[in-house]
């Protein structure tokens, strides 16, 4: 069983900063990756960011570029997103997700690459 934790969410004013975290946990918890997603109310989940476990290659959707930093701590089993310079449209439920297995190639932004997945934490970003 896996688990994932996020935690770390709130409210921040605009072109403030908020740093989200996610701890994974379980006896059968290994990653190949790990990632962030987002949805905000009314709109599909979309990429923000991802990074490899083994070699901490990183991936970031334009929105998040220059803004966000991802980071990984693999004796904890953690994941880290800070978020600088946040912006309403920032607002979203942030999910964290694991690619547990390994083999073909990691498309980072792809959900479907993800076999676990958290319970989402809020960021409330307002104007």
């Known amino acids: 069983q896996v688990q994932l934790v996020e935690s770390g969410g709130g409210s921040v004013q605009a072109g403030g900063s908020l740093t989200v975290s996610c701890a994974g946990s379980g006896r059968s918890f290994s990653a190949d990756g790990m990632g962030w997603f987002r949805q905000a109310a009314g709109k599909e989940r979309e990429f923000v960011s991802a990074?490899?476990?083994?070699?901490?290659?990183?991936d970031y959707a334009s929105f998040a570029k220059g803004r966000f930093v991802i980071s990984r701590d693999v004796s904890k089993g953690t994941v880290h997103l800070q978020m600088n310079r946040l912006k309403p449209e920032d607002t979203a439920v942030y999910y964290c997700?694991?690619?547990?297995?390994?083999?073909?190639?990691?498309?980072?932004?792809?959900?479907?690459?993800?076999?676990?997945w958290g319970q989402g934490t809020q960021v409330t970003v307002s104007s």
């Open positions: 990074i490899t476990w083994s070699d901490g290659r990183q």
């Open positions: 997700a694991v690619r547990s297995y390994r083999g073909r190639a990691f498309r980072m932004s792809d959900a479907l690459e993800y076999d676990h």
